[in-house]
T-cell receptor, first 113, second 115 residues
Framework: GENVEQHPSTLSVQEGDSAVIKCTYS??????FPWYKQELGKGPQLIID?????GEKKDQRIAVTLNKTAKHFSLHITETQPEDSAVYFC????????????FGSGTQLTVLP | ETGVTQSPTHLIKTRGQQVTLRCSSQ?????VSWYQQALGQGPQFIFQ???????GRGNFPPRFSGLQFPNYSSELNVNALELDDSALYLC??????????????FGPGTRLTVL
């Protein structure tokens, strides 16, 4: 089955700096890569996603890049703000029958004011 | 907010008991997936329901079962609870497209504690 590894597990940045979180996946059939933000006591919130026919996608301060050959994808947050502090999860999915998402282990991002 | 609701918010059970968790999907969605999230870990896929039938299952034993109703809401049932079943149970709703992986929107979860 699919295996998703996520790094780093914790990340501290100064307000205004950029943050980068990286994930690798193992199953070449995976073609959908969402990123979720989870705040304490809440469910995961979708912040951006990318499909395998696209190499990069941007939404305001958030961008995701995908390298299918190397089987890795990354989340980039620019001009970080204290409210960006949360746990971020990457995931991989496919359009096969199961359609399940396989999640990484999460990154605790702390933005220091 | 996604419009996916779950009940109850918190639940405490003892080992060996049975529990039922409920999920209402977002308007317009026809598929519900259930995930288990242990403390400090990423969500793990339990199973998915589409057209009231199980449409894929993760590595969970048969004592984890589910239902989907005609209004697309869903239930997760866990029998013979074990201490390791203590976790946040997440429901995600999506629209089955048939040709591409569906975007899944999560509810707030049900925190289950097994004593």
């Amino acid at each position: 089955g699919e295996n998703v590894e996520q790094h780093p597990s914790t990340l501290s940045v100064q307000e205004g700096d950029s943050a980068v979180i990286k994930c690798t996946y193992s199953d070449s059939a995976s073609n959908y890569f969402p990123w979720y933000k989870q705040e304490l006591g809440k469910g995961p919130q979708l912040i951006i996603d990318i499909r395998s026919n696209v190499g990069e996608k941007k939404d305001q301060r958030i961008a995701v890049t995908l390298n299918k050959t190397a089987k890795h994808f990354s989340l980039h947050i620019t001009e970080t703000q204290p409210e960006d502090s949360a746990v971020y999860f990457c995931a991989a999915g496919s359009s096969g029958s199961a359609r399940q998402l396989t999640f990484g282990s999460g990154t605790q991002l702390t933005v220091l004011p | 907010e996604t419009g996916v609701t779950q009940s109850p918010t918190h639940l405490i059970k003892t080992r060996g008991q049975q529990v039922t968790l409920r999920c209402s999907s977002q308007s317009g969605h026809n598929t519900v997936s259930w995930y288990q999230q242990a403390l400090g870990q990423g969500p793990q896929f339990i199973f998915q329901y589409y057209r009231e039938e199980e449409n894929g299952r993760g590595n969970f034993p048969p004592r984890f079962s589910g239902l989907q109703f005609p209004n697309y809401s869903s239930e997760l049932n866990v029998n013979a609870l074990e201490l390791d079943d203590s976790a946040l149970y997440l429901c995600a709703s999506s629209l089955f497209s048939g040709t591409s992986t569906d975007t899944q929107y999560f509810g707030p979860g049900t925190r289950l504690t097994v004593l």
